[in-house]
C-alpha cells in the first residue's frame, strides 16, 4: 500500500469525518422526518439509536479502516480471506454509489435556490407560491439536471485533488463556516414568535410515539444516514491515518457534533415553522416550500436568511458528498491501478448519469416508471437507507465484534485498558446487531417493496 495518502493532521480527519456526517442529512433529512414523526419523541429515539447503534458501530469503522489501511473491499478480505465478511464491502461500495447519485439530485436543487435567491426570482413569489415554484421547477428536465450536473462537478474537483489538498483543505474551510452561519441562524430563529413552540415540539415528548414501531424504524434509518455509517464512507476516510489518532475520542466528537448540528438545525426549522402556523409534518418539501414561505413572510431580511440557509445547507452537503465519492475512488484506484484524478473523473461521471433517471423522477418525464411503486429517486432512497446501510452495519459490527480477537480489537480500536472496552464489544456483538436485525424485520413489514 505504499504511495497512499494520509491526512496531514488530526484536526484534518476529524474535520473531515464531521464533514462526512455533516449533511443534507442533518438538515433536509433530520427536519423533515423528526416533523413527520412527532418532534420530541423522535429525537429522543434518535439519540438513543445514535448511542446504542451509531457510536459503537462508528467506532469499528474506524478501527478497520486505520487497521486495514485501504479501501472498503479490501478492509474486509484482508483481515479474514475467503470470509462472507467482503458482503459487507460490496453493499457499502453499492450503497455509496447509489446515495451519491439522488444526494447530488437533491443537492442540485439547494444550488437552484441559492441562485434564485440572488437573481430575486424566488424571493419575489407571491404567498403561498413556493409549491408550484418547487414543482415546476423540479418537474422540468433541464433544471434539475443542470443543477446536478453543476454540484457533481464541483465534488469530483475537489476529490480529483487528493486526500490533502482536496479533500481535507475543503473541510478546513466549509466546517468552521457552517458552525458560523448555523449559529447566526439559529440566534435569529431564536428570536420569533413561534420560539416557544418550536422549542416544545423539539424537546417536549409525546410518550405514547415510544411504542410506535415506524418512529423506531425512522430513528434507526436517520441515524446510520446520519453519521455516514454503514457502507464504509469511515472506513474509507480512516484508512488514511495513522496511528497518532485516538480512535474512541475522534468517534465521540464526530456523533456528538452531528448530534448537536442535527439539534441546531432542529433549532433554526422549527421555530419558524411555528412561528407562521404551518405543519411541520409537510415531508421532504419542509426545506424547499415551508420554510421559504416562511422567509417570504419575514420580509426584506428574509432573502439575506434563506441565501445563507441554502448556502449552509449547499456547503453541509458538498463536505458529504465527497466522502461518497472516495469510497468508490479509493476502490477502483487500488482494484484497477488507476491514477487519483481519473478514478475520480469516471466513476464521478457515472454516479452522475445514474443520478439523472432520479432528476427525472419527481414530476418530470420519469416520474410514472416507477419501480416497486416508487419513483426512482424514492426507491434508490429507500433501498439504500432501510437496507443497504442496515446491512452494511450488521455486517461491520459482526465482523469485529466475532471475527477479530477481542485483544485485536481493543488494540486497534485504542481502548486497550479501557473500562469501556468490554462493553463496546459486547454492542458490537450483541445489542447492535439485534437492534438492526429488529430493524430489519420492521422494514420488511413495512416498506412497499414487500406489500
Ligand atoms: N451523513 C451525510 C448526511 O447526513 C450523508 C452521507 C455521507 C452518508 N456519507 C454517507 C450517508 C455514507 C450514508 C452513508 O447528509
Known amino acids: ?5 494520509q491526512w496531514a493532521s488530526k ?9 462526512s456526517a455533516v449533511g443534507l442529512g442533518n438538515i433536509w433529512r433530520f427536519s423533515y422526518v423528526a416533523g413527520e414523526s412527532g418532534g420530541a419523541a423522535f429525537l429522543l429515539i434518535y439519540v438513543i439509536c445514535i448511542f446504542l447503534i451509531g457510536l459503537p458501530v462508528l467506532l469499528a469503522e474506524f478501527t478497520i479502516g486505520r487497521k486495514g489501511q485501504t479501501d472498503v473491499i479490501a478492509a474486509f478480505t484482508s483481515k479474514a480471506p475467503g470470509k462472507p465478511w467482503v458482503l459487507g464491502g460490496f453493499f457499502g461500495l453499492a450503497a455509496s454509489f447509489f446515495i451519491l447519485s439522488f444526494y447530488g439530485v437533491i443537492a442540485g436543487w439547494v444550488l437552484y435556490y441559492i441562485y434564485s435567491y440572488f437573481t430575486g426570482t424566488a424571493g419575489a413569489v407571491e404567498e403561498g407560491g413556493y409549491g408550484d415554484f418547487f414543482e415546476s421547477f423540479i418537474g ?7 443543477w446536478q450536473v453543476l454540484f457533481m462537478a464541483i465534488v469530483i474537483g475537489i476529490v480529483y485533488f487528493g486526500v490533502k489538498k482536496g479533500i481535507e483543505l475543503s473541510n478546513k474551510i466549509f466546517m468552521p463556516l457552517l458552525a458560523v452561519i448555523l449559529l447566526f441562524l439559529a440566534g435569529f430563529s431564536l428570536t420569533l414568535d413561534g420560539a ?6 423539539l424537546f417536549s415528548p409525546e410518550w405514547s410515539a415510544f411504542g410506535d414501531a415506524e418512529v423506531w424504524s425512522a430513528a434507526v434509518g436517520q441515524a446510520f444516514f446520519t453519521l455516514s455509517l454503514g457502507m464504509g464512507a469511515m472506513i474509507t476516510y480512516s484508512s488514511y491515518l495513522s496511528k497518532d489518532n485516538r480512535l474512541p475520542s475522534a468517534a465521540g466528537t464526530v456523533v456528538v457534533l452531528d448530534t448537536l448540528f442535527a439539534i441546531v438545525a432542529g433549532l ?52 458529504s458528498a465527497i466522502s461518497l465519492l472516495e469510497v468508490s475512488v479509493a476502490f477502483v484506484m487500488r482494484k ?9 473523473l469516471v466513476v464521478g461521471l457515472l454516479i452522475t448519469a445514474v443520478g439523472i433517471p432520479s432528476a427525472l423522477s419527481q414530476g418530470g418525464p420519469l416520474t410514472e416508471a416507477t419501480i416497486a411503486g416508487l419513483p426512482f429517486l424514492d426507491f434508490v432512497d429507500t433501498l439504500t437507507d432501510m437496507y443497504f446501510l442496515p446491512l452494511g452495519g450488521l455486517m461491520i459490527a459482526l465482523f469485529v465484534g466475532w471475527g477479530w480477537r477481542r485483544e ?3 488494540r486497534e480500536s485504542d481502548l486497550t485498558g479501557s473500562s469501556i472496552a468490554p462493553l463496546w464489544i459486547w454492542f458490537l456483538r450483541i445489542v447492535a446487531p439485534l437492534g438492526i436485525l ?7 413489514v413495512n416498506t412497499p417493496f414487500f406489500q
Open 140 to 146: 422540468s428536465s433541464g433544471g434539475p439536471i443542470f
Open 268 to 319: 433554526v426549522i422549527f421555530p419558524a415553522v411555528f412561528s407562521f402556523g404551518i405543519d411541520p409534518g409537510d415531508g421532504p418539501g419542509l426545506i424547499f416550500v415551508t420554510l421559504p414561505e416562511v422567509f417570504n413572510l419575514m420580509g426584506g431580511g428574509g432573502t439575506v436568511f434563506a441565501i445563507f440557509f441554502f448556502i449552509l445547507v449547499a456547503l453541509a452537503a458538498l463536505s
Open 408 to 410: 485485536d480489537a481493543f
Open 1 to 5: 500500500m505504499n504511495g497512499r495518502e
Open 438 to 444: 429488529w430493524i430489519l424485520y420492521l422494514n420488511v
Open 336 to 344: 484497477f491501478n488507476w491514477a487519483r484524478k481519473q478514478a475520480a
Open 11 to 19: 484536526l484534518g480527519f476529524i474535520l473531515a469525518a464531521v464533514g
Open 196 to 201: 416557544s413552540e418550536g422549542l416544545q415540539f
